[in-house]
Every structure is written in structure tokens, then in C-alpha cells.
């Protein structure tokens, strides 16, 4: 019989039981329920507080402070559990690494074997050890994770993002994949860092892809326009494929739209646009806007398929 230990925690990891005749904590007491989830994109980062939770394959070590007996490396099986001397059978399989340390200094105590004792644990080594980048960057792929990285370092490691890359970003957590958070990524200095969140082993990154507006017809370069501004309109659009062609017809300019009733065309005022008589117009992603030339003999729904048939160069439309 030991007497009152003291305690190691690896990874700052620490449980320590009051009273040998302290109740068992119920392993799988249930959790605060998750706050609602925004349908707004947030930024969010981890505290301290929020463990990597343990899974199947992970290498923990178990040690009982003042106690150099009780010091076993043990690897999580697939149905998550682990076996260790006096316990037998321990799930530990999505519970947080603080969580088993408790279970199991209360669990040693009230079987007789340790008075006391501080138990540390500590993930010696990951089953997944990488972080899978995907989407809109320049070399997708597993990047190998040493040591504390963020959302930029693992993002430099794929090269970057391509020019057809939006402004968000799924951060999927291994050990909380039902809950990936959604980050706005910003080249502005002064805000960029609230978007530089911390990953973890295992974890996915998504970078989603822009939303495309054409401009096609009588314009000097019918080009796809990514909306990384979602606040695009269609004069800035059409600025963007650097402007219309003198024998551009402005008044019969139309906008062809997806909508869940179909597709729908309305028509663009263009001239008033610009004489400022009437709001300039918001587009939105998959947007057509189509400018058709005074001398065209045919009707302008064949001139719209023409168009859309010759474009050939893509502008890319991003922040200064």
C-alpha cells in the first residue's frame, strides 16, 4: 500500500481524487449541450479548455505519480478501449485525455490499490498525425503536423489557395466532426489573426470555392468574374470584363438568373444604370449578364446562346 502521491501530467493533464471513499464519476455522464449552431459564418478558435479527444489507434501513457510500477504505454483499440494492470478493460475512446486521468485515479482508489493517487496521461502519439487540406488550394494532400500549427501554416504548406478560392474555410475536427467550424479568411492585415485558428492531428481543412458571375455579349472581354466581393454588382462586373463596345445596345442588356422556380431573365437598364437614375443591381453566384450588340439580326435569346458559346477569358476579382 502507497501512501499519498504527488502528481506528473504530461501535457498539462491533471486528476487528482480528495477522499479515497469519493464516488466513482460516471464515465459517460452526459455534457452541456453544444450552444446552437449559426447559420452565419464565425470565427472561432479553441481555448485551453477544449481538449483533443482521444480515439482508436492513439498511444497514451499511464502513469501513477510515486509510483514507478504503474508507468504503461498502451495503444487504443479500435473499439476504443485499453487494457491496463488492476482495471482490465477501460473505454477511453472520444473522451478527453483529463477525463480518462480522473476516471481512473478514482477508479484505482476505490478498488483498494492506491490511497490518493494522481494519475497522468498523456497522448504520446496520434493515430492520425496529419491534416488533410482539400478544396481551393494549389497542392491538395495530408501535411504532416509537428508541434502546435494554425489554419495559415497548414494553408502555406498546400501553397496557398487558388485564384478560384472563396473567403471560407471548414475547419473539420477529428474528434468533433458533426461540428466543423466555418472561418472567414481576410487578407486584411488588421483582422486576418481572429481567422488564424488552431488544428489539430486529424483534422480536415476545406477551403470552398467562389461564386462565378459571367458577362458575356458585346463587352471587351467576356470573361467568369469570381465573387470573392459579395457585394458585386453588375456595373462593377461589367468593369471587370473592361467595359462594353461602342455598338453595345445598353437597353437591351437582361440578366439570366437560377431561381428554384427556374431559370428567369431581367432585363438591364444599363443606361440609366449609369447615368445614375436607377440603383446599380447586386449580383449573385452563377449570375449571366448578358450585353447584346444594336446590330444583331437575330433575336436576342440566339445572340444570348452565341455569346455563351465564345467566352474564352476568365478575370479573377479580388481584394486590393
Known sequence: MYTRFGIVVAIAITAYVTTASAQTVPFDAPRPASPPVSTQPTL?????????RIGAGDLLQVTVFGAPDYNYEVRVSDDGNINLPFLGRVLVAEKTPRDVAKYLGVQL?????FNNPEVGLFVKEYAAQGVTVLGEVQKPGVYPLLGARTLFDMLSAAQGTTQTAGDKVSVIHRDQPQHPETVKLTYDGEYSPQGNVRVFPGDTIVVQKAGMVYVVGDVQKPSGIVMVN???????AIALAQGTNPNASLDKARLVRKTSDGQVEI???????LAAKIPDMRVEPEDVIFVPNSALKTGVKRGMEAALATVTGVVIYRRP
Open 44 to 52: 472561432l478558435t479553441r481555448t485551453s479548455q477544449q481538449e483533443l
Open 267 to 273: 432585363p438591364l437598364h444599363l443606361k440609366q444604370m
Open 109 to 113: 482508489s476505490q478498488r483498494g490499490y
Open 230 to 236: 459579395p457585394h458585386l454588382t453588375v456595373l462593377k
